[in-house]
């Protein structure tokens, strides 16, 4: 099976759709939908599946974004992404639910803008280009990001 036609599996699970339904749509046979479905833990009605993934989210069994497996280290913090992409877009979609405890605000010295930073509360410039200008006046020319 491809990676499509698993995520389909999965998604019409989710929804509530039967084995049959699925293989008609798939093109494949009624028992290959279902023992896939025994592989990855969607047996059952679809409420039941909808409350195994849930739980499994819960417990770090699951992506908290895409629903997909996740593979635990043996060691660490527990995961609750499949990658950084996941974690990214579940952040997006949630910011009210991220604990950002060492966030500040400054007005920039150069500019006089106001920013908001993230775990430096001893900042002053609102960007790498204020603190230049505020620093050297302005004359970058002997400045520059590459030797000669």
């Not at 749509?25 to 993934?53: F, H, P, Q």
């Not at 997006?92 to 920039?108: L, M, Q, V």
Request: glycine share 6%; net charge positive.
């Amino acid at each position: 099976m491809t990676e499509q036609e698993e995520q389909l599996i999965f998604e019409m699970r989710q929804k509530g759709t039967g084995y049959k339904a699925i293989a008609t749509v798939l093109g494949k046979s009624r028992d290959a939908v279902r023992m896939y479905c025994r592989r990855n833990g969607l047996t059952g009605n679809a409420e039941v599946v909808a409350l195994n993934i849930e739980e499994q989210k819960k417990r770090h069994l699951r992506c908290q974004n895409c629903s997909k497996k996740i593979e635990q280290k043996e060691k660490g913090r527990m995961r609750k992404f499949c990658s950084h992409a996941c974690r990214h877009a579940w952040w997006d979609k949630h910011p009210e639910e991220r604990a950002r405890k060492a966030t500040y605000t400054f007005t920039c010295p150069n500019c006089q803008t106001a920013f908001t930073t993230y775990g430096n509360a001893k900042r002053k410039y609102c960007s790498h280009e204020c603190y230049i200008e505020s620093r050297f006046g302005g004359n970058t020319d002997g400045l520059s990001k590459t030797s000669d």
